[in-house]
């Protein structure tokens, strides 16, 4: 089972200008087939699918940690996608007003209309970035581990350059601190795999880095992430499960040269989401945003809840 933290793995920024064609770009990192939907699903079959899991429990615990961290990395994906997709429909219907910011009038001309159309309100859909639905056809399960380690090389090396892609198409901040994050993050998923593979095979992936040569030194939302040495750890993403990543994630980075470690916590301390706010034209949260806040305030009065919610957002 997954330990849910109502956090997102990393900072990203509040709601500024909109930009509902970066968001439809954004799209290919959720539901593309390199996506994180793909990451994400590909890693929690194998490891519900894993056989003799005992006798190869440091494979298992590697495949098993990535997966959760990927559950994250959906999340996050999602918000980028709706912070830039805030504010290009706030006007309630009926008002008639034209241009960015009108209301559906106002976004029938943006690239994917489904994220005001299908439900979900303004908001994140799993699709690719042409509005195509992610399908389980992404998913490869194949039961030799050896095959599902190379397999996953393979995938997070194709997610990266996705990623490096999306970087360089969309400016928006929000897309551009969720890339540099992922950049950072799905290097070290790409560097555990091949040592898992060379520690089971033998074979020395190690000297195909940098694949793809992208230059996350040079980039500066990546950095950050690295002077916290997130490009050289992993996470168990448990408090007390999953103890034997060390057998298969260790030696140096194949780039730095600095030591492969496991995290002394058991996940990344993250940050609060923004509270984004109802979009009104699309009945998110409801025709009528007031009324939802009223009566969620009179059931946790009733409750015996404090007046103030309990949650903590960064806005």
Known sequence: MILRIDRLQTELPPPSDPDPNGAAAVQELLGGKFGEMSTFMNYTYQSFNFRGRQGARPFYDLVASIAAEEFGHIELVSTAINTMLTGTADT????????????????RDVRNTHHYLAPGGAAAVVQDSMGHPWTGDNVFSSGDLIEDLTHNFFLETGARSGKLRVYEMVEHPAARALTGYLLVRGGVHQIAYARALENLTGANLMRLFPSPRIPTDRIPECQPHIRRGEHRKLYRFSP????????????????????LVIAEETNPEGAPAHDLPPQPAVFAPGPDPEEVREIAAKLRDAAGLPKQPTGVVAS
């Open 240 to 259: 007390s499960d999953y103890l034997e990543l060390a057998a298969v994630f260790n030696g140096p980075h194949p780039e730095t040269g600095e030591d």
């Open 92 to 107: 309630p219907p009926g008002r008639g007003r034209r241009g960015p910011g009108a209301g559906l009038p106002g976004v």
